[in-house]
């Protein structure tokens, strides 16, 4: 059993950055996932990063303005986010994938445990 519990999201300018925080708790060896979810949308892979923190994937949009990093010693993951904009609008979720024989994967389906959100806000 894994929880996963997000903190970090807020209300920010367009231009403004966020870190936001995924601590878990259970077991501690496994692949790290973000994705989030805007109204009327469906849920989307932002970021993932391997258990030992030397793979990561991004979606193209955020390449180059957000950061997945993670400390195994907190069991925490983090999302910096730089250079925000309204269409980053969303709830971030993290999520757990158990199975550490497989690569990280963009795919929703694959993580096991996911946390219950954390609101972030890009205003113009």
């Known amino acids: 059993q894994v929880q996963l519990v997000e903190s970090g999201g807020g209300l920010v300018q367009v231009g403004g950055s966020l870190r936001l925080s995924c601590a878990a708790s259970?077991?501690?060896?496994?692949?790290m996932g973000w994705f989030r979810q805007a109204p009327g949308k469906e849920r989307e892979f932002v970021s993932s990063?391997?258990?030992?923190?030397?793979?990561?994937y991004y979606t193209d949009s955020v390449k180059g303005r957000f950061t997945i990093s993670r400390d195994n010693a907190k069991n925490t993951v983090y999302l910096q986010m730089d250079n925000l904009r309204p269409e980053d609008t969303a709830v971030y979720y993290c999520?757990?994938?158990?199975?550490?024989?497989?690569?990280?994967?963009?795919?929703?389906?694959?993580?096991?445990?996911w946390g219950q959100g954390t609101q972030v806000t890009v205003s113009s």
């Open positions: 999520a757990a994938d158990l199975d550490t024989r497989l690569g990280i994967s963009r795919d929703p389906g694959r993580y096991d445990y």
């Open positions: 259970g077991r501690t060896f496994y692949h």
């Open positions: 990063i391997s258990w030992g923190g030397t793979i990561t």
